[in-house]
């Protein structure tokens, strides 16, 4: 059975710092690119970012480019998000999902991963 879990959501002011973490198991962690996601109610599902299966190469959107570091650690089956200079608009139930490498490029469409965390809520008060 395969599980995503996702941690360190919370509230945070303008200006903060928050750390998400993504625990996996149920599958051959190092296999699978690592993606983050987010999501406000009446609102499409937004990419975030994502990371190779090496760690090595990543991929952002436009609007945390900068103030987002996504990391994993292979050894621990986990992947992270790490957010400075956090603002109001960061605020959203944050996903992590996993997408099986092909090789290619890093992909910011959710269509093309195969599980999802449960997702943890990140608010930022102005």
């Known amino acids: 059975q395969v599980q995503l879990v996702e941690s360190g959501g919370g509230l945070v002011q303008t200006g903060g710092s928050l750390r998400l973490s993504c625990e996996a198991s149920?599958?051959?962690?190092?296999?699978?690119?690592m993606g983050w996601f987010r999501q406000t109610p009446g609102k499409e599902r937004e990419f975030v970012a994502a990371?190779?299966?090496?760690?090595?190469?990543?991929y952002y959107a436009d609007s945390v480019r900068g103030r987002f570091t996504i990391s994993r650690d292979n050894a621990k089956n986990t992947a992270y998000l790490q957010m400075n200079s956090l603002k109001p608009e960061d605020t959203a139930v944050y996903y992590c999902?996993?997408?099986?490498?092909?090789?290619?490029?890093?992909?910011?469409?959710?269509?093309?991963?195969?599980?999802w965390g449960q997702g943890t809520q990140v608010t930022v008060s102005s």
């Open positions: 990371v190779s299966v090496s760690g090595r190469s990543t």
């Open positions: 999902a996993a997408r099986r490498s092909s090789g290619g490029k890093l992909s910011y469409s959710g269509s093309t991963y195969n599980y």
């Open positions: 149920g599958i051959t962690f190092f296999l699978y690119e």
